[in-house]
C-alpha cells in the first residue's frame, strides 16, 4: 500500500514537470512566429533592405548552431534539467533586454543571444522528454511539438494585436519576458520535487555516439530535416509580408495566414500519434511532405490570397509532424544518446534556418517576391529522394 502510494505521488510530480515543460516549449515558440509580423516594422524603422532583413533570422540560426555544438557535447553528460532552466532563463533576460540599444547591429547580436538560447533549450527539452518517457515517447514528443506549435500559431497574432494597438516591438518581446519568468519559476518547483535521476551509459556509450554521427540513417534524417526546415523557416519569416506586398492584403489578414499554417500543423501533431499505430513513420514522411510540397508550389502559382492560406493550412497539416517523426526515429535508433541524436538533428535544422530566410530575401530582391516564396515549396519534393533509402531499413534502423 505504501509503495502504491509512493508511485502516485511519483506520478503525479511527473506530470508536473511534463506540463511545466510544455509550458516552456508553448512560450518559446513564440519567438519563432511573433518576430515576422514586425519584420515590416524593423525594415522600415532600421532603413534595411530585404536580404537585411533576412539576417535577423540568419544570426537567430547562427547562435543556434553554436548552442548545438556545445549542446550536443554536454547534453547527456550534464543534467537535462538544468540545461533546460539555464537555456530558458538566458531567453527569457534576453526576451526583457531586446532593445535597449536601438542599433541594427545591436540588434543582430541580441538575436544572435536568443539563437543560442531557444536551440539549446529546444535540443535538450526533447531528449529530456524523451527520457522522461521512454515507454511512450511518440506520444509525448509530439505532444511536446503540439505545444510548440500552439505557441507558434499565437505568436504572430501577440505581435499583430499588439503592434496594432500602437504597443512599441520592444514592449512585445518585454511583456513576453515577464510570463516567461512566471513559467521559469513553476519549471523550479516542479524540477525540485521530481529530481532528474542519473542515467547509467553502457561501457560502449562513446563509441556508439560515434558511430551514430557517422551512421547512414541518421544522416539521411538529418538531410531531411535541413530541407523541411528550409521550407518552414520561410513560411516564418516572409508569408505574412509577401501576402501584404504581392497580394495587398491587410496586416491582419497576412498574420492570419501564417496562424492558418500553423493550425495544420498543431493537427498535425496532434493525429500523428494515432496515425504511427497504424503506418510506418517513414511512410508518413514520404507521403506527407510530397503531398505538401505538390499543394504549397501550386498555391503560390495561382497565387490568389484565399488559395493561399488554403494550401499553407494544407500544407501544414500534410508535413506538421515531420520534426517529432524524425525525433522519434532517431532516439528509437539511439536511445542512449538522445541528446545527441537531439543535437545533430537541430544542427542541420539551424544551418537550413541561418540560409533559407536569407536565399529567400536575395532571390526575390532579383527574380521577384513570387519567385523567392517558391523556394518554400521546392524542399519538400526534394525529401522524397532521401527518405526512400530508408524504406530499404527495418524499423531499427541496423
Not at 125 to 136: E, G, K, P, Q, T
Not at 185 to 192: D, F, P, R, T
Not at 349 to 364: A, K, Y
Not at 389 to 398: A, E, I, N, V
Request: glycine share 10%; net charge positive.
Amino acid at each position: 500500500m505504501v509503495s502504491r502510494s509512493l508511485q502516485l505521488k511519483d506520478e503525479t510530480k511527473l506530470k508536473l514537470l511534463t506540463v511545466c515543460l510544455h509550458l516552456l516549449m508553448l512560450f518559446y515558440a513564440f519567438s519563432v512566429t511573433m518576430i515576422a509580423p514586425m519584420l515590416p516594422v524593423l525594415i522600415e524603422q532600421f532603413n534595411l533592405s530585404l536580404g537585411q532583413g533576412g539576417l535577423f533570422m540568419s544570426f537567430l540560426s547562427i547562435g543556434g548552431i553554436l548552442a548545438i555544438f556545445a549542446g550536443g557535447i554536454v547534453a547527456d553528460r550534464l543534467k537535462k534539467s538544468w540545461l533546460v532552466g539555464a537555456s530558458f532563463l538566458v531567453y527569457s533576460a534576453c526576451l526583457l533586454m531586446m532593445d535597449l540599444v536601438p542599433s541594427f547591429y545591436v540588434l543582430l547580436g541580441m538575436f544572435f543571444i536568443l539563437g543560442a538560447s531557444t536551440k539549446l533549450l529546444d535540443t535538450t527539452i526533447n531528449a529530456y522528454v524523451s527520457d522522461l518517457h521512454r515507454d511512450n515517447r511518440g506520444f509525448h514528443i509530439n505532444l511536446l511539438h503540439t505545444f510548440f506549435g500552439v505557441g507558434a500559431l499565437l505568436g504572430p497574432l501577440y505581435s499583430r494585436v499588439l503592434l496594432s494597438q500602437g504597443v512599441l516591438w520592444g514592449s512585445t518581446f518585454r511583456i513576453l519576458g515577464v510570463i516567461c519568468l512566471v513559467i521559469m519559476g513553476l519549471y523550479i518547483i516542479a524540477a525540485k520535487a521530481y529530481p532528474e535521476r542519473e542515467r547509467k551509459h553502457s561501457p560502449g556509450s562513446a563509441t556508439n555516439r560515434l558511430g551514430f554521427i557517422f551512421s547512414r540513417e541518421i544522416l539521411l534524417l538529418c538531410i531531411i530535416m535541413f530541407l523541411y526546415k528550409g521550407h518552414q523557416a520561410g513560411m516564418n519569416n516572409w508569408l505574412p509580408m509577401y501576402m501584404q506586398e504581392s497580394l495587398r492584403v491587410d496586416p491582419f489578414f497576412a498574420s492570419l495566414a501564417l496562424s492558418v499554417f500553423w493550425v495544420g500543423l498543431i493537427l498535425a501533431r496532434l493525429t500523428c500519434p494515432w496515425l504511427m499505430r497504424r503506418f510506418d513513420p517513414r511512410k508518413l514522411l514520404l507521403w506527407g511532405n510530397l503531398a505538401g510540397g505538390i499543394i504549397l508550389v501550386g498555391g503560390f502559382i495561382i497565387n490568389l490570397p484565399l488559395l493561399l492560406m488554403l494550401a499553407a493550412g494544407i500544407t501544414g497539416f500534410l508535413t506538421g509532424a515531420t520534426m517529432p517523426l524524425l525525433i522519434v526515429l532517431g532516439c528509437d535508433w539511439y536511445p542512449e544518446n538522445s541528446g545527441a541524436v537531439s543535437s545533430m538533428l537541430y544542427l542541420s535544422c539551424n544551418i537550413s534556418n541561418m540560409f533559407s530566410p536569407w536565399l529567400i530575401g536575395v532571390v526575390s530582391e532579383t527574380s521577384g517576391f513570387q519567385s523567392g516564396m517558391l523556394i518554400t515549396g521546392i524542399p519538400l519534393l526534394m525529401i522524397l529522394f532521401f527518405i526512400l533509402p530508408l524504406l530499404k531499413k527495418g524499423r531499427s534502423g541496423r
